[in-house]
Structures are given as structure tokens and as C-alpha cells.
């Protein structure tokens, strides 16, 4: 038995990066310039996966250092 | 942005996202180290991994930087043919191993592709498979090196030693750690930083094209230009009639028989790198919906890797649209750069960091699955078979980390190696084609014809390399010189490309090898009364998964796998 669900570290890397995308976006222009929305909608998808990946491994009972 | 410049500038937020991944990577590998604690933990990741994992890892062993960077230059160079790589190449071959070989790789307990060629044969073409497999191994794992520092140095303007060093430092650190386990997380992570890292830059590149219509009016544009029918570059099925009829210069048969069955099934089937990832899946079930989970996925993948060179090719030629590849020293187009430079031309800073670390996980993973591949050949087929057998656990367990370093160590020098010779990659790719078409004739013989025994495939898988060679020495393809393109025993036939002289040379190595195997294992005595259940077909019972619902089970999942890629060779025909 692994003592990792790959959920745990899949989740925590991308609602990271994509919490970085996101303030990174929001503030390096206003109003919002095309690159900066790219960014910022980016880092959301990245957040949303992250965050279902999170509350997976969190349903299945696993923890991060079993 | 204008772009087209080569360089990219990164800035501090695109450094951040690069250093994350590199923390989690080695966290991920540090985390893993206290479950490794036998060499079959070490080797197989302790057969525990679930079958959405390690078909996700089965998948992205295949993703390597060369197969992300070549396949969208073919893209550009060949355009939606390219797909055949994919819906023919892979889809019907990851069905067949999942369905049909799976039982007997996983079922026979045996720890390696050439491990299962001893239970299956002898001791002679188990050593023929892992010698020429470790070489390759290292050789891919160089090359890969290699084509990163050069990538880093021409866009990023980093050391190409020290990016090496920094990458295989990396490498080292977290395969010695956590085993194969650590290989298949991170590459599962790199699967998911690839889907997230490329897909914005085929919506941003389609929208800038007007989506498909405008893509296939540019295309059109492009097929004329190079003296092809309109549709030659965005339908994959109608112009296959006649080599000359499109870019690919390979006719149906040529395609189906050369791509579609032998180096498609020679490759995905008896490749250890991707078949290890299947053989560490925590049941039967789960190894033999490994590649048939992974074929959904993959199908998908020409929509990431091909239409971003697509849209490169279209874009280049499409007057002021302030995008153009770059040429090379010869003025033809530098095709290898498509994703680099759309990268740079497309993503803003941020999403840019993204990208670039998908590119980076590519070549480390790329490496990484060629290392893990190597250590367990290395100590499971050579060195405990032939220099040290009896010895314990243990001690196996340590000669598969030392054998992490020594890969490691072999691939740097042979980057360095690469670096001095400009055909020592073509030289790779041939020896590929001779090493790896040939073998699927000896697994198909060993597997489903009871009576194919050690000598047949033995001679077998020499005369399938040797007829390979012949076939490369007698054949030349068009607007080349002999030489390492062939015709250096003198020409007897042109091909109208290079890859219709791939596929008809590994079309020559496996009829070869296949009915070699069948004359001598008919003119030679059986192996004694060998115990093949498990082994063979005719020798081993039926399985019926029974245990999973019934879209779980690996019929309904590769029917489905089948329909999905006939549609979509339907819509793209």
C-alpha cells in the first residue's frame, strides 16, 4: 500500500498554481487586459480541479502522510 | 505579441510555478521512500497502484518531450495524417494488450518483458531482449537529455550543462527514493500539467485561425502550395489512395499494415517502459484496464499535440499574420520548435509558466520512465539471472538504486555523445525499428501458437533484425544520398518518404521473424514438456472478470475505446 494518494499532492499543486494564476492575473492590470483575464480564468480551472481533487482524496479517507 | 522571435522571457511568476513543481516533484518522491522497502516495492511499486493511476502513467510513459515536440512538427509537416499515430497507431494495439496479452504479463508473475520471454522460451532470448532493450533504454534516455538542454538553451538562454545537470539531478533524486511509484506519480502529475498547460494555447491558437472552418481554409491554402488536392492536410483517410497523394507519402496498406499493426503493436506490446506501468496495477483487473483506460485519453491527445503545428503551418503561411516558424540553416522550416514558439506567441506570463514547466515535466518524465525501465532490466534480467543470482532482497534492492545512478550517469554521457555526432538519433531510431517490429512477432508466436519454442524465437528475432538491415541497405527514400538514409548495400527501390521506408521496414522485419520462428520451431525439438499455463493461450484458462461492473470490465471498456477511435477517423476521414 502507498502511503501517498496522488490526490493529495494533484490537488494541493494545481489550487496553488492556479491561486497564483489568479492573483497574478488580478493584479498585473486594470482594467483587466486580455492576457491578465486569461490568467485569471485559468487559475479558476486550475483552483476547481485542485479543490475536486482535495475533497476526492478527503472522501476516500486518505491522508496526505499515511 | 509578434513572437516569432525564438527567445521566451520568463518572468518571476513563471520561475515560481517552475520551482513548485520541482518541490512537489521531489516532495512526491521523499513521501514515497518510506513505502519502499522490498525490491518489488521498489520494481513494480509492490503491484499496489489503481488502474485510473497507472493508466494515466501508462499514457504519459509515452509522452516524453520527443513525442509532444515530434508530434507537433509532423503536425505541421504532415497535418491531421499525423492523427493516424493515434486512432490507428495506438488505440487498437492498447485495446489488444489490455484485452488479449495483459493475462499473461501480469498472470505469469514475471517482473519484466524479458523475464516473461525466459518463463515463455529460454534464457538465450531473454538475454537478446533485455541486452538490446537496456542500450536503448539509455539511449533514449540521453537523447531526451540532450534535445532539453538544447531547447532550454535556444529559448530560455539557460546552460545547456547545467540544465542537464539540474533535470537528471532531480531525476535521480526521486526515482532513488520512491521506485517506480515515484516515476508513476510524477508522471501523472506531468499528464495533467500538459492537458493544462497546452489547452489554452489550442483555444487561444483556434480562435486566432477562425476556429476549424478558418483552420481548414488555411490548410487548403498550405496542401496547394505544396502541390496537394485542398483537403490533403486536414482529413486523415482520403487521400491514402496513392503515396503521392499526400504528404506522408504512404499509401492504406503501407499505413495500416506498417503502422497500424506492426510498429503500432511492436511498440505498445512489448515495449517494457510502457508495460511496466500496466504490470503495477494492484490486481488482474485493474492491469488489464490499464492501457484500455489509457486509449480515452490518448485518442483525444492529436487535439493537444497536432493542432497546435496545424495551426503553426497555417499561421506561417498565411500572409501578415505576424506568425512564422523559424527556418534552419537550410531554409526549411524548423518544425521542432512549433510548440515552443506558440508557447511564447500565445500564453501571457503566468499561464506562460504553466506551459513551459508541461514542457520541462515532458522531458523529465520522458527520462525518468526510461530510467525506471532500466533498472529494473538491469537487475532483474541481467544481473541477478547472470552476474548474481541467490543473493537477497536486499541486496537487489540496492543494485536497482545503484542502477538508478549508473542510468542516470549512462544518460548524461550519452546527451554528450549525441552532442558530438549529428547521426547518432537516426542511428537510435533505426536500431528501434529493428529491435522492437521484430519482437511482436515473437511475442504473438509465444503467446497464441502453443508449439513456437526457444530456438524459433531466438533465430526468430536475429533473422526479423537482420532482414530490417537488409530491407534499410537496399531502399532509399527520395531526395536522399546513401548512407545512414539507407541504400548502403546499394539501391534497389525509392520510396516516395522516409517513414514509408520506416513502415515497410518494419512491415519486412516482422514477416521475417514470424515465419522464421514458425520454420525452426517446427524443424526443432519443443523445449521439454514446459509448463505453459499462464504463459500460452491454448494453456491457460479463461478468464472471466466477473468481480467488476460490467463498464468496468475490460470487454465493454475496449468495445467502447473501438467505437470512439472509428468515429473519430469517420469525422477527421
Given at each position: ?5 496522488i ?29 491578465a ?7 479558476g ?22 | ?43 513494480l ?55 488479449f ?7 505469469s ?53 547545467l ?46 485561425v ?10 487548403e ?25 499526400n ?47 489509457a ?6 491527445f ?66 525518468a ?27 537487489y ?73 537488409l ?86 471498456l ?16
Amino acid at each position: 500500500m502507498s502511503p501517498l494518494d496522488i490526490r493529495w499532492p494533484l490537488g494541493s499543486i494545481f489550487t496553488l498554481i492556479g491561486a497564483i494564476l489568479a492573483v497574478y492575473g488580478a493584479l498585473s492590470a486594470w482594467p483587466i487586459a486580455a492576457s491578465a483575464a486569461i490568467d485569471i480564468v485559468w487559475g479558476g480551472v486550475l483552483m476547481l480541479f485542485g479543490a475536486s481533487m482535495l475533497l476526492l482524496a478527503h472522501r476516500a479517507g486518505a491522508k496526505p502522510h499515511g | 505579441m509578434t513572437g516569432t522571435a525564438l527567445a521566451i522571457h520568463l518572468r518571476a511568476v513563471d520561475w515560481l510555478i517552475l520551482v513548485i513543481y520541482f518541490i512537489f516533484v521531489l516532495g512526491i518522491g521523499f513521501v514515497l521512500k518510506k513505502g519502499v522497502k522490498t525490491s518489488a516495492d521498489f520494481f513494480l511499486a509492490g503491484r499496489s497502484i489503481p488502474a485510473w493511476v497507472a493508466g494515466l502513467a501508462f499514457m504519459s510513459a509515452n509522452l516524453g518531450a520527443q513525442e509532444v515536440i515530434g508530434m507537433a512538427a509532423s503536425g505541421a509537416k504532415y497535418g491531421m495524417i499525423t492523427s493516424h499515430f493515434y486512432w490507428v497507431g495506438a488505440v487498437p494495439a492498447m485495446v489488444f494488450l489490455g484485452i488479449f496479452m495483459m493475462p499473461f504479463y501480469y498472470g505469469s508473475r514475471a517482473r519484466s518483458v524479458p523475464e516473461y520471454l525466459s518463463l515463455r522460451f529460454d534464457e538465450k532470448t531473454r538475454a537478446f531482449n533485455a541486452i538490446s532493450f537496456s542500450i536503448m533504454t539509455v539511449m533514449s534516455s540521453g537523447i531526451s537529455m540532450y534535445a532539453m538542454g538544447l531547447l532550454l538553451q535556444l529559448l530560455l538562454g539557460w546552460s545547456f550543462d547545467l540544465s542537464m545537470l539540474v533535470c537528471a539531478g532531480v531525476i535521480l533524486a526521486y526515482i532513488t527514493f520512491g521506485g517506480l511509484t515515484s516515476a508513476i506519480y510524477n508522471e501523472v502529475l506531468q499528464f495533467f500539467f500538459i492537458v493544462f498547460g497546452f489547452a489554452p494555447l489550442v483555444f487561444l491558437g483556434l480562435r486566432d485561425v477562425g476556429w476549424w472552418p478558418g483552420l481548414r481554409a488555411g490548410l487548403e491554402h498550405v496542401a496547394v502550395l505544396q502541390g496537394f488536392a485542398p483537403g490533403a492536410f486536414s482529413e486523415s483517410w482520403r487521400y491514402l489512395g496513392s503515396a503521392a497523394a499526400n504528404p506522408f507519402g504512404v499509401e492504406w496498406f503501407g499505413m495500416v499494415m506498417g503502422l497500424g499493426f506492426v510498429l503500432s503493436f511492436g511498440y505498445w506490446c512489448t515495449d517494457f517502459l510502457i508495460v511496466q506501468r500496466a504490470m503495477a496495477a494492484d490486481s488482474m483487473s485493474a492491469a488489464r484496464r490499464t492501457p484500455l483506460i489509457a486509449t480515452f485519453p490518448k485518442m483525444l491527445f492529436p487535439f493537444l499535440v497536432i493542432v497546435p503545428g496545424m495551426i503553426a503551418i497555417a499561421l506561417t503561411r498565411y500572409p501578415g499574420s505576424g506568425f512564422a516558424l523559424p527556418p534552419k540553416p537550410d531554409g526549411t522550416l524548423n518544425y521542432d520548435l512549433v510548440i515552443p514558439i506558440m508557447l511564447g506567441h500565445y500564453l501571457p506570463n503566468g499561464v506562460l509558466g504553466l506551459g513551459m514547466t508541461a514542457l520541462i515535466a515532458s522531458f523529465m518524465s520522458g527520462m525518468a520512465g526510461n530510467v525506471t525501465a532500466f533498472n529494473t532490466v538491469w537487475t532483474n534480467d541481467i544481473y541477478q539471472p547472470y552476474i548474481r543470482p541467490g543473493a537477497s532482497d536486499e541486496h537487489y534492492l540496492w543494485m536497482g538504486r545503484c542502477a538508478t545512478v549508473v542510468g542516470v550517469a549512462l544518460s548524461l554521457l550519452a546527451a554528450y555523445l549525441v552532442s558530438q555526432f549529428n547521426n547518432i538519433m537516426d542511428v537510435l531510431q533505426l536500431v528501434f525499428a529493428f529491435v522492437n517490429a521484430p519482437l511482436f512477432a515473437t511475442f504473438l508466436l509465444g503467446m497464441f501458437w502453443r508449439p513456437a519454442n526457444g530456438h524459433g524465437a531466438f533465430v526468430g528475432l536475429i533473422a526479423g533484425t537482420a532482414a530490417a538491415a537488409l530491407h534499410h541497405g537496399l531502399t532509399l527514400p527520395a531526395h536522399s544520398i546513401p548512407g545512414i538514409k539507407g541504400g548502403w548495400l546499394g539501391v534497389l527501390h525509392h520510396y516516395p518518404s522516409e517513414m514509408a521506408q520506416n513502415l515497410w521496414t518494419a512491415i519486412f522485419a516482422w514477416s521475417t521473424c514470424f515465419f522464421c520462428t514458425i520454420l525452426v520451431s517446427l524443424a526443432t525439438r519443443a523445449s521439454p514438456a514446459r509448463n505453459l499455463v499462464g504463459l500460452a493461450y491454448a494453456a491457460t484458462p479463461r478468464l472471466k472478470d466477473t468481480a467488476a461492473s460490467w463498464h468496468q470490465r475490460p470487454a465493454t471498456l475496449g468495445v467502447l475505446a473501438l467505437i470512439a477511435a472509428c468515429l473519430l477517423n469517420w469525422l477527421f476521414w
